[in-house]
């Protein structure tokens, strides 16, 4: 015996509780109660939303090459530090870099710290796969039963990553929109699916709104307390919000702030609550740009407004401390606005201006496992081996397309 007496367990917990996540995932090693300690779902929360763990920038910078017989892509996911200096380029770490594939198409979120990423195989199926970031865990998700009829063309489609609050069931729902390629559009039909990370597996889902509706997508993962929102806008120009149940996995529909018929809005997260970014862009130098908060009660109440004088752009997404992110036409930057100093700063990002493909998130780390059905252990999935893969089911399907096609 040496005399020294242990430290109390709160204490332990106290302190591991403000350590970042790639120290906790070492230190599971340390002894059995460390172990079980950092993997129960009570301390995973806590670590979540301790105020240690603060939210920082994360960017995912999509960029495209033309190569003699195929389109390159490139992704780089950077982490900006919590403390960014106005005037000063911010240090970026790479926490992920997947050079020259062919088929990565987005990536949406967070939900827990968690990410939904998409790819395409020759423009012909969609694979998921869900990843944590922090933990560096991915799965990759079955492929979801859409049985489409003759006739029939994949018009479009929105994802929506949510957390079942009762059953701490993570869930995607997949929509997807297909037109009548012979009909004139009343016979264009809206399908849906649902699946669940506990079970590893999709079901079907009645959605009940016009095929005509045209669903966006948000800037950041708008799901809170279980539901989860999209923007709805109809032939009419008319917007409306569009909801789902994590729980229940009953579709909903909700108004809108009393905005201008002529402007553009976007859904986003703002303070812990579901915001509104409208605003008509007009000319660079007179952009107004008004963000609506949704209050308890359900009615709208404008909390912020924002004209940046900056060169033609666009905004990328709000920071809870009221700056906001914008994409500059122009010179290709990514750069942060502040609206009270309305100081500029160059957040280092070289954007590729031909596609849609820069992705900015308010993220914040966590520990949340990604459960498949009810393993505990077992091969561990990496996401480069899932983009750097081709499923032979699918290689099977387009070849026969393409062979069919050709001949």
């Known amino acids: 015996m040496d005399g020294r007496r242990p430290l109390p367990k709160d204490l332990v917990v106290d302190i591991l509780l403000r350590l970042p996540v790639e120290s906790l995932l070492r230190f599971k090693c340390v002894c059995k109660h460390w172990y079980a300690l950092i993997k129960s779902p009570s301390f995973i929360e806590k670590h979540f939303h301790h105020k240690n763990n603060c939210a920082r920038l994360l960017v995912c910078n999509l960029k495209v090459a033309r190569e003699v017989h195929s389109i390159v892509r490139s992704v780089v996911f950077s982490l900006l530090p919590e403390e960014i200096v106005p005037g000063v380029t911010p240090e970026q770490k790479t926490l992920l870099q997947l050079p020259r594939i062919t088929d990565f198409t987005c990536v949406a979120g967070p939900v827990n710290g968690l990410f939904l990423v998409q790819k395409k195989f020759y423009g012909y199926n969609v694979c998921l796969g869900l990843w944590n970031p922090a933990t560096r865990e991915f799965r990759s998700l079955p492929p979801a039963p859409f049985v489409i009829e003759a006739f029939f063309s994949d018009h479009d489609h929105q994802f929506g990553l949510g957390f079942d609050l009762l059953t701490l069931d993570y869930k995607v729902v997949w929509i997807r929109v297909f037109w009548d390629e012979q009909g004139e559009g009343a016979n264009n039909r809206v399908y849906a699916c649902v699946y669940s990370s506990c079970n590893n597996s999709w079901k079907h889902l009645t959605p009940e709104f016009p095929p005509s509706s045209t669903l966006s997508a948000p800037l950041d993962a708008t799901c809170l307390n279980g539901v989860y929102y999209w923007l709805c806008r109809g032939l009419d120009d008319i917007y409306t919000i569009r909801s789902f149940d994590m729980g229940s996995e009953q579709f909903g529909e909700m108004q809108v702030p009393d905005i201008p018929s002529e402007h553009w809005g976007t859904l986003t997260l703002h303070g812990g609550s579901l ?111 899932f983009f750097y893969t081709i499923p032979m089911d699918e290689y099977m399907i387009w070849n026969t397309k393409y062979f069919n096609d050709n001949n």
């Open 275 to 385: 915001a509104m970014l409208t605003g008509d862009p007009g000319k660079p130098m007179t952009s107004i740009y008004d963000v609506w908060v949704m209050k308890q009660d359900g009615n709208w109440s404008k909390v912020l407004t924002v004209q940046p004088h900056i060169d033609a752009h666009w905004p990328r997404n709000i920071l809870d401390n009221d700056k906001m992110v914008f994409e500059i036409t122009e010179t290709s930057q990514l750069v942060r606005y502040d609206p009270k100093t309305r100081q500029v700063t160059d957040l280092g990002f070289h954007l590729d201006l031909n596609i849609a493909g820069c992705w900015v998130f308010n993220y914040k780390e966590s520990l949340a496992p990604i459960k498949r059905g009810n393993e505990t252990q077992g091969e561990v999935e990496q996401i480069e081996h």
